[in-house]
């Protein structure tokens, strides 16, 4: 089914919509990463989705680096399978098998390149609806630049998502104020939460990839283990959950 295009779609570099600081978004991530029910040992699953699409092309690389920072680290706690998803191109969108070796998905995502394309969105939201169904999804994780689909389409995909207990946290990359009203509104709907990702913040929201991804493997004793490390992320996100 092709979807009809928004109002005022595109890729420009105007100023956010919404007067909420990167601050806010990131307590709001934080209050909504607790949510994130623990699962035993080897049975957590997390889908991380992302656009590779031509308009990322210009931090890409330090995209990726951060990304598999996060599988490197979900892979050292043991307990989280994570998927790999994305699109580009024309159409081209595709999924990892579920694995927990965080060097082979780091890998993987080295291997891929951005090539221009319309995003596709709605595909990643109705994947991880048929994923949880197949078996139950913890939590799914994107980040993409702009949107340029039916925004309410869209939210009905996250409707249903969220209906399956599946939080979406959506890191935004960039300024682009139509898809950040579709972003936050995809994280409300799962229950889930919006952040903004850019230079200046690119270390801080890494840390909390990273410690999202330790909650989920192990909960509690994992985020402990990493503040002991002297991860960040795993301390602001226990200061939450205390």
């Not at 210009?58 to 490197?72: S, V």
């Not at 580009?88 to 098998?97: I, L, N, V």
């Not at 139950?136 to 949107?147: E, I, L, N, R, S």
Request: net charge neutral.
């Amino acid at each position: 089914m092709s979807a009809k295009p928004p109002a005022a779609p595109g890729k420009s570099s105007s100023q956010p919509v919404t007067s909420k600081s990167e601050s806010e978004d990131i307590n709001a991530f934080l209050q909504a990463a607790k949510r994130v029910t623990p699962r035993a040992a080897g049975s957590g699953r997390l889908i991380f989705a992302m656009d590779a699409t031509m308009s990322r092309q210009p931090t890409w690389d330090r995209a990726c680096q951060l990304q598999g920072e996060m599988f490197q680290e979900a892979g050292s706690i043991g307990g989280l399978e994570i998927q790999l998803v994305y699109f580009r191109g024309f159409g081209e969108c595709a999924a990892s098998k579920w694995v927990s070796d965080g060097k082979a998905l780091g890998g993987l995502m080295s291997r891929i390149d951005c090539r221009g394309g319309h995003t596709q969105i709605r595909k990643v939201l109705t994947h991880a609806i048929k994923e949880t169904r197949r078996k139950k999804v913890q939590a799914m994780v994107y980040v993409g630049d702009c949107m340029e689909e039916d925004v309410d389409e869209l939210c009905a995909q996250a409707g249903e998502l969220g209906l399956l207990g599946v939080p979406a946290f959506i890191f935004q990359e960039g300024h682009e104020p139509v898809a950040e009203q579709a972003f936050r509104e995809i994280a409300r709907l799962t229950n889930g939460a919006f952040c903004r990702f850019d230079t200046a913040s690119a270390r801080q929201l890494g840390e909390l990839l990273r410690a999202v991804a330790a909650y989920a493997a192990g909960g509690m004793a994992a985020l402990s283990d990493m503040d002991d490390r002297g991860g960040a992320g795993a301390r602001l996100l226990l200061q939450q959950l205390r």
